[in-house]
C-alpha cells in the first residue's frame, strides 16, 4: 500500500485510519466466531477431554487472545496516525477471498459485523 498525504482522493484510496478500524472489527469478528467453537467440542465430546482435547481447548483460547489482542493494538495505534494519511486499498483488496470480508474492508463505511454472526459463511474451502 503506498502511503500519500493529499486532499484530492481516487475511488480506492482512503484514511488509513478508517481503513485500519475495518480490519479491527474484522478482527474482533474473527475473535467471536473462534471462541464458539470452544462450546461446540465441549457438547460433542460431552465434556470428556483427552490431553490433546485440553490442549486443543487451550489452543482456541490462545487464538482468540492474540486476535482481540491485535485487534487493541491496531486500534490504539490507529489514534495517532494523522487523518489526512490515505492508502490506496485496491491491491490489498484484490487478494482478500471472502467476498462479505473483501466488502467489509472496501467500504467507505462499516455497519455490523462483515459476516452475520449467526448464519453459515458463504464462502468454504475444504483444502
Known sequence: MQLAEHTATTPFEEALPDVLMRVVSELHDVAYLIERIEPQLLEVTSGQLSSE????????????????????????????????WFVDVSTALSLVKLAEMQKALGAAFRHGHSQPLDKASGDFDLF
Open 53 to 84: 482435547g485440553v490442549k486443543l481447548l487451550q489452543g482456541i483460547d490462545l487464538a482468540v487472545q492474540k486476535t482481540r489482542g491485535l485487534a487493541e493494538f491496531i486500534d490504539t495505534i490507529t489514534g495517532s496516525i494523522p487523518a489526512d
